[in-house]
């Protein structure tokens, strides 16, 4: 029997061309000088594009009917914009957080929004974990999340993602 000795990080980045190696920078040559320039346009495009799938996904449940779920998915559209405006605008990697006012707190000097949008942020924010997990919410995340409370999400998450895209120069948001 053959046995297989575990590959490192590094061997399987090399084996796999672009795994791992989305946030270096390469030398370009720049008409004076060579310089560093980050590989960040694709990498925020493909927030964005993600963010506007998880917006569709929210509204796509919200229709049937699955409100914790349209709940979640607005959170992680909002999440994914913000982290894309973070690439964008501050040229580095957005911190491993679901926590919506931390994320906007890195960019609320570019992108404005109003006193009652970023509270709704810390409203938002728990969504992430109660809608997924019974041990967070001490019930079904089904019965915590009514029509009414989903579309209050929906209608108060929409104006956020379009400054935000708006913002970065992409205003892709669905009519809702």
């Known amino acids: ?6 590959r490192s990080k590094k061997h399987l980045n090399k084996a796999r061309p672009g795994i791992g190696t989305e946030h270096k920078s390469r030398r370009v040559k720049d008409e004076s000088s060579e310089v560093e320039r980050p590989l960040l346009r694709d990498e925020v495009r493909l927030w964005l594009e993600d ?10 449940n919200f229709n049937i ?5 349209a709940a ?4 992680a559209a909002v999440e994914k914009a913000l982290k894309a405006a973070i690439i964008a605008f501050k040229r580095k990697l957005p911190s491993k957080t679901h926590n919506l006012k931390q994320l906007y707190s890195e960019v609320s000097d570019i992108i404005k929004l109003s006193r009652d949008e970023e509270d709704f942020l810390g409203e938002l924010t728990p969504t992430s974990q109660i809608a997924r997990y019974v041990d967070v919410a001490v019930t079904l995340p089904r019965d915590i999340y009514s029509r009414s409370l989903a579309e209050r999400y929906l209608a108060t998450a929409k104006p956020i993602l379009m400054k935000v895209k708006r913002t970065i120069g992409q205003s892709r948001v669905s009519e809702r």
């Open 51 to 60: 963010s506007d799938d998880s917006w569709k996904v929210a509204n796509d």
């Open 72 to 75: 979640y998915y607005t959170h």
């Open 65 to 69: 009917e699955n409100y914790h779920v």
């Open 1 to 6: 029997m053959k046995i297989c000795k575990r």
